[in-house]
């Protein structure tokens, strides 16, 4: 819990313009509360990461490492962690289990509970990873968990949100705002105004289609192999988009998962196409009584 105690120090604006654009798609309470309390925000590092993601189309590590701890720390500044510490404890011990078994096993890798009773998951830069409590509760067994963190772990292993952020319209974006924005000092109430406007509509303009599908369906495809590695069955995967299939459209708690992803019937069918090309060991395991156990 010390490191997610971290997070809570870093809450520059251009996270919450990327937190901003995936709540806003639902009015959310959790969207508002950031509209309301961007003037207690620090911007000023909103044009420090903007310029530094114009800069280049390659960002080292430690470069991933800062913006993924800005991004983080907005999340978890937005919707809080869970304060059940046996809960955050398990679920980051099959995070940190998963990603040894990753293509970037080396990275400081930390995984949370969201309060939140929507159903989703988030990942940000750097390998944070996060599942919502509504999600959790969803869930029956450790190979359902790891098959939802396996994917947010694939989105950080092949940087879907540092390509994103990275394309000329996001960056374009970014930096207009970073150049606004210049010393915060005397701003008027009025030039907040136009700034929390701007900040809004670059949110909407920027992130309201969440990443491309193709990164989805590369997340999803990729995360049975990562849970095959790992010795969990992959089918536990296909269990969960069942789940939130059965959902339906019409479930408010799906809104925000259904505004920035494919629908969970079509991922069923890509994840059928890709689950039959496996080669799954025969002792592939669900581990529902650890589960229940950790969480229950």
Not at 80 to 107: C, F, M, T
């Amino acid at each position: 819990m010390k490191n997610f105690r971290l997070f809570q120090k870093h809450l520059p604006a251009l996270c919450s313009v990327f937190l901003f654009c995936l709540l806003l798609a639902t009015n959310s309470s959790h969207a508002r509360g950031l509209l309301d309390n961007l003037n207690n925000m620090d911007l000023s590092k909103l044009e420090q990461v903007g310029q530094k993601l114009a800069q280049s189309s390659e960002k080292s590590e430690d470069e991933e490492m800062e913006i993924g701890e800005h991004m983080a720390g907005t999340l978890v500044g937005a919707v809080p962690l869970d304060n059940n510490s046996k809960a955050q404890a398990y679920v980051n011990k099959v995070g940190r289990w998963l990603s040894l078994h990753s293509e970037r096993p080396d990275i400081p890798w930390q995984f949370g509970v969201l309060n939140d009773n929507d159903l989703n998951a988030f990942a940000a830069p750097g390998g944070y990873v996060f599942i919502t409590r509504g999600l959790l509760n969803t869930l029956d067994n450790e190979a359902e968990l790891a098959g939802v963190l396996a994917h947010e772990i694939q989105h950080v292993t092949h940087k879907h949100y540092l390509k994103a952020a990275q394309k000329n319209n996001l960056i374009g974006a970014a930096s207009d705002i970073g150049m606004m924005l210049g010393n915060s000092s005397g701003r008027s109430s009025a030039q907040q105004r136009e700034i929390n406007e701007r900040l809004l509509n670059a949110s909407k303009q920027l992130y309201a289609r969440g990443l491309d599908k193709d990164d989805e369906f590369e997340a999803d495809r990729d995360a049975l192999q990562l849970m095959t590695r790992a010795g969990y069955d992959p089918y536990a995967f296909v269990a969960v988009m069942q789940k939130l299939d059965a959902h339906g459209a019409s479930d408010s708690k799906m809104a925000l998962l259904l505004a920035t992803h494919p629908s969970p019937a079509d991922r069923l069918v890509s994840l059928g196409a890709s689950i039959n090309t496996l080669k799954i060991p025969a002792n592939t395991a669900t581990l529902e009584s650890r589960f229940q156990q950790a969480l229950r």
